[in-house]
C-alpha cells in the first residue's frame, strides 16, 4: 500500500509542492474536482503536485481526525488545506514520501511564504511540531473514528459495509493504493502475446489479463507514459481499466452471427474508450456514440480517430430522444450510465469527499430515466448493456431488478454483476478471476423478449 516518493529530480522545492497541493485540497473542499485543480497548477510544478495530491486524497479523512485534535476550531481555508495536507503526507513513515521532518519544516516555509497564510505561519508550526511530539498518541486517539481508519466518508462506509457485507475491508482497502495501469490490445492488429513481445522489446514488463474469458487485455507491472507504449498513436493499443474492458465483449457476444452490419448506440460514450472497443470488435458496425458534453464528444473523436475507425458523434442527452434518434431500433445499446464513480476511487481518490449521501438517489433517478428511455430502442432480440462504475448497489443490482419488475419484456441474461475493486492486498477470492488488478464496475445485460 505504500506509495513511492515523488520524482527526486524535481527542481522545485518542496514548500513550493506543498503549496499548491494544498490549494488542489482546498479546491477539491469547495467542490472541484482535484483532475481538474492540478490543470491549473504550473506545468513545472504538475507531475510532483499530483503525485502529493493522490496522496493527500487518500489519507485525508485521517489527516482531517488528527487536526480536530490539534485545533479544536478550524483555521482560516488555506492554512487549514496546508496543515491537513501536512498531515496526510506524514502521519505514517511507510507512507510518507520524504522524510516526516522534512515535510513539517517544509509545510512551514510554504505558510511563511504564501501571502494569504503568512500570519498563520506560527500556527501551523505549533500544530505540526505537537503532532511530531505526539504522533502516536494522536494516532490512537483517532482510530476509532470511522472516516480516520478508513479515509471515507462514514456514510460511504456504512453504505459498502451494507452492500457488501462479506467484501467491505477490501473495497475500501483497494482504494489506497496505486491504480495499475492496464491496456486494452486492438485485436485488429495484435494478439496479446506479440503486444507482451513488443513490450518486452521496449523494457516494459506486463502480463495478460482475461477479460470475458479471453486473454485479451496487458496489465504493466509500471505505469509508463503512453507515448512509450509501441503502437499507442497508430492505434494498437489503448489505455483502459480490466473491469471497463468488459462492456464491448459482453454486449456483442450473441450479437455478431447476424449477417448485415450491426446498429449500435453507445449512449454517453465520452471519453470513448468504450466506443473503441465496439468498433475494434465490429468493425463493420454502425456506431452512434453520444454525449451531453460537445467538449467531451471531441476527446470521442480524438480516441476514434487514434484507433482509426468511425463512429457517428453527435451531442446530446441520451434521454431526450426525440431530439436526435431517427426512428430505427438498435440491435445493441451500451448504457455506461453517470453514477458516484464510487469503483474507481484508487484513480480518483478526490471523488469520496466530493461525494454527498444525497448523491446516490439523485444520480439513481437519472439512471432509472436513461433505461426508461433507451429501452423502447432496443429491437426485439437485442440487448441492452447497463454498466456503472460504482460498487453502490442503488446504481446496479437494485437498479436493474427495480427495471426489470416494470419490463416484463427484459431478460438479465449471464452478466458479472458486481465487480468489486481488487489490488494486491485484498482478499485473493477477488483475484482469482484473471484479470488482476482493477476498478469496481458493475454489469447488466438485458435482451428484450418478443412478445
Same mark, same amino acid.
Given at each position: 500500500?505504500?506509495?513511492?516518493?515523488?520524482?527526486?529530480?524535481?527542481?522545485?522545492?518542496?514548500?513550493?509542492?506543498?503549496?499548491?497541493?494544498?490549494?488542489?485540497?482546498?479546491?477539491?473542499?469547495?467542490?472541484?474536482?482535484?483532475?481538474?485543480?492540478?490543470?491549473?497548477?504550473?506545468?513545472?510544478?504538475?507531475?510532483?503536485?499530483?503525485?502529493?495530491?493522490?496522496?493527500?486524497?487518500?489519507?485525508?479523512?485521517?489527516? &482531517?481526525?488528527?487536526?480536530?485534535?490539534?485545533?479544536?476550531?478550524?483555521?482560516?481555508?488555506?492554512?487549514?488545506?496546508?496543515?491537513?495536507?501536512?498531515?496526510?503526507?506524514?502521519?505514517?513513515?511507510?507512507?510518507?514520501?520524504?522524510?516526516?521532518?522534512?515535510?513539517?519544516?517544509?509545510?512551514? !516555509?510554504?505558510?511563511?511564504?504564501?501571502?494569504?497564510?503568512?500570519?498563520?505561519?506560527?500556527?501551523?508550526?505549533?500544530?505540526?511540531?505537537?503532532?511530531?511530539?505526539?504522533?502516536?498518541?494522536?494516532?490512537?486517539?483517532?482510530?476509532?473514528?470511522?472516516?480516520?481508519?478508513?479515509?471515507?466518508?462514514?456514510?460511504?462506509?456504512?453504505?459498502?459495509?451494507?452492500?457488501?457485507? &462479506?467484501?467491505?475491508?477490501?473495497?475500501?482497502?483497494? *482504494?489506497?493504493?496505486?491504480?495499475?495501469?492496464?491496456?486494452?490490445?486492438?485485436?485488429?492488429?495484435?494478439?496479446?502475446?506479440?503486444?507482451?513481445?513488443?513490450?518486452?522489446?521496449?523494457?516494459?514488463?506486463?502480463?495478460?489479463?482475461?477479460?470475458?474469458?479471453?486473454?485479451?487485455?496487458?496489465?504493466?507491472?509500471?505505469?509508463?507514459?503512453?507515448?512509450?507504449?509501441?503502437?499507442?498513436?497508430?492505434?494498437?493499443?489503448?489505455?483502459?481499466? *480490466?473491469?471497463?474492458?468488459?462492456?464491448?465483449?459482453?454486449?456483442?457476444?450473441?450479437?455478431?452471427?447476424?449477417?448485415?452490419?450491426?446498429?449500435?448506440?453507445?449512449?454517453?460514450?465520452?471519453?470513448?474508450?468504450?466506443?473503441?472497443?465496439?468498433?475494434?470488435? !465490429?468493425?463493420?458496425?454502425?456506431?452512434?456514440?453520444?454525449?451531453?458534453?460537445?467538449?467531451?464528444?471531441?476527446?470521442?473523436?480524438?480516441?476514434?480517430?487514434?484507433? &482509426?475507425?468511425?463512429?457517428?458523434?453527435?451531442?446530446?442527452?441520451?434521454?431526450?430522444?426525440?431530439?436526435?434518434?431517427?426512428?430505427?431500433?438498435?440491435?445493441?445499446?451500451?448504457?455506461?450510465?453517470?453514477?458516484?464513480?464510487?469503483?474507481?476511487?484508487?484513480?480518483?481518490?478526490?471523488?469520496?469527499?466530493?461525494?454527498?449521501?444525497?448523491?446516490?438517489?439523485?444520480?439513481?433517478?437519472?439512471?432509472?430515466?436513461?433505461?426508461?428511455?433507451?429501452?423502447?430502442?432496443?429491437?426485439?432480440?437485442?440487448?441492452?448493456?447497463?454498466?456503472?462504475?460504482?460498487?453502490?448497489?442503488?446504481?446496479? !443490482?437494485?437498479?436493474?431488478?427495480?427495471?426489470? &419488475?416494470?419490463?416484463?419484456?427484459?431478460?438479465?441474461?449471464?452478466?458479472?454483476?458486481?465487480?468489486?475493486?481488487?489490488?494486491?492486498?485484498?482478499?485473493?477470492?477477488?483475484?482469482?478471476?484473471?484479470?488482476?488488478?482493477?476498478?469496481?464496475?458493475?454489469?447488466?445485460?438485458?435482451?428484450?423478449?418478443?412478445?
Amino acid at each position: 500500500m505504500a506509495t513511492p516518493p515523488v520524482s527526486s529530480h524535481l527542481q522545485a522545492p518542496l514548500w513550493q509542492l506543498l503549496q499548491a497541493t494544498a490549494g488542489v485540497a482546498q479546491a477539491v473542499h469547495h467542490g472541484r474536482s482535484m483532475t481538474a485543480a492540478i490543470e491549473q497548477v504550473p506545468k513545472e510544478l504538475r507531475p510532483g503536485v499530483q503525485a502529493l495530491s493522490f496522496q493527500t486524497m487518500r489519507w485525508w479523512g485521517r489527516a &482531517q481526525a488528527i487536526r480536530k485534535l490539534l485545533a479544536r476550531k478550524a483555521p482560516p481555508a488555506a492554512a487549514d488545506a496546508l496543515l491537513c495536507t501536512a498531515l496526510a503526507l506524514s502521519w505514517r513513515d511507510d507512507l510518507s514520501p520524504y522524510a516526516v521532518h522534512t515535510l513539517v519544516n517544509q509545510a512551514v !516555509e510554504a505558510a511563511r511564504r504564501h501571502k494569504e497564510m503568512r500570519a498563520q505561519a506560527p500556527f501551523v508550526n505549533a500544530c505540526l511540531r505537537r503532532f511530531l511530539r505526539e504522533r502516536d498518541s494522536l494516532l490512537s486517539a483517532t482510530d476509532a473514528d470511522v472516516t480516520a481508519k478508513w479515509n471515507h466518508p462514514l456514510w460511504w462506509v456504512k453504505r459498502v459495509q451494507h452492500d457488501h457485507p &462479506q467484501q467491505w475491508t477490501a473495497i475500501l482497502e483497494a *482504494a489506497q493504493s496505486a491504480a495499475p495501469m492496464s491496456l486494452r490490445v486492438n485485436a485488429q492488429h495484435h494478439t496479446v502475446a506479440r503486444y507482451l513481445d513488443a513490450l518486452q522489446a521496449q523494457g516494459i514488463a506486463g502480463k495478460a489479463i482475461v477479460i470475458a474469458g479471453q486473454a485479451s487485455g496487458v496489465q504493466l507491472e509500471k505505469a509508463v507514459p503512453v507515448q512509450l507504449l509501441p503502437g499507442f498513436a497508430q492505434g494498437h493499443v489503448s489505455v483502459q481499466d *480490466a473491469a471497463a474492458q468488459w462492456a464491448a465483449p459482453l454486449l456483442l457476444k450473441g450479437l455478431q452471427a447476424s449477417g448485415a452490419p450491426l446498429r449500435l448506440l453507445d449512449a454517453c460514450a465520452a471519453p470513448g474508450g468504450k466506443t473503441g472497443h465496439l468498433l475494434e470488435c !465490429e468493425p463493420n458496425a454502425h456506431v452512434l456514440a453520444l454525449d451531453v458534453d460537445p467538449q467531451r464528444c471531441e476527446r470521442i473523436q480524438q480516441n476514434v480517430d487514434r484507433l &482509426q475507425v468511425r463512429a457517428r458523434i453527435v451531442a446530446a442527452d441520451a434521454a431526450d430522444t426525440a431530439k436526435w434518434w431517427d426512428g430505427q431500433c438498435f440491435d445493441g445499446i451500451l448504457l455506461d450510465a453517470p453514477c458516484t464513480a464510487s469503483g474507481i476511487g484508487r484513480r480518483h481518490p478526490d471523488v469520496r469527499w466530493l461525494r454527498r449521501e444525497t448523491d446516490v438517489p439523485q444520480l439513481a433517478a437519472i439512471q432509472a430515466k436513461l433505461l426508461k428511455a433507451l429501452w423502447p430502442l432496443v429491437k426485439p432480440g437485442g440487448r441492452l448493456l447497463y454498466c456503472t462504475c460504482s460498487v453502490f448497489k442503488a446504481e446496479g !443490482e437494485t437498479q436493474i431488478q427495480t427495471f426489470v &419488475q416494470h419490463n416484463t419484456d427484459a431478460l438479465i441474461l449471464p452478466s458479472p454483476g458486481h465487480l468489486t475493486p481488487s489490488n494486491d492486498t485484498s482478499d485473493a477470492s477477488l483475484r482469482d478471476n484473471g484479470m488482476g488488478e482493477h476498478d469496481g464496475f458493475y454489469y447488466a445485460l438485458l435482451e428484450k423478449r418478443s412478445i
